[in-house]
């Protein structure tokens, strides 16, 4: 049984750190890319950073000043370090994994962000 499951959220001041984990269980953890998403309030969801299984890394141009990606495959784990951050980067962040060979995905659950000023 595949499982993802994400920590690391909470509350934080406006220009503080926080560090997102993603567990993955259950798969081959080297054969799959990895993803984080978060959805703000009252927008839809969008991508924040991307990991494939060769470690390669794209952020979207909006994310790149203050979003590190990265992976650790003797933990099975993603990390998501995220800086200087402010209102705009509050909301749920999502780690998404998928398979290289077929591209079927997994989701967690989500963990909440709140940057207060």
């Known amino acids: 049984q595949v499982q993802v499951v994400e920590s690391g959220g909470g509350v934080v001041q406006t220009g503080g750190s926080l560090r997102l984990s993603c567990v993955m269980s259950?798969?081959?953890?080297?054969?799959?890319?990895m993803a984080w998403y978060r959805r703000a309030p009252g927008k839809s969801r969008e991508l924040v950073a991307r990991i494939n299984k060769l470690g390669y890394k794209y952020y979207p141009k909006s994310m790149a000043d203050h979003f590190t990606i990265s992976r650790d495959s003797t933990k099975n784990t993603m990390f998501l370090q995220m800086d200087r951050l402010n209102s705009e980067d509050t909301g749920v962040y999502y780690c998404?994994?998928?398979?290289?060979?077929?591209?079927?995905?997994?989701w967690g659950q989500g963990t909440q962000v709140t940057v207060s000023s």
């Open positions: 259950g798969v081959e953890f080297s054969e799959y890319s």
């Open positions: 998404m994994t998928e398979r290289a060979s077929d591209q079927r995905q997994y």
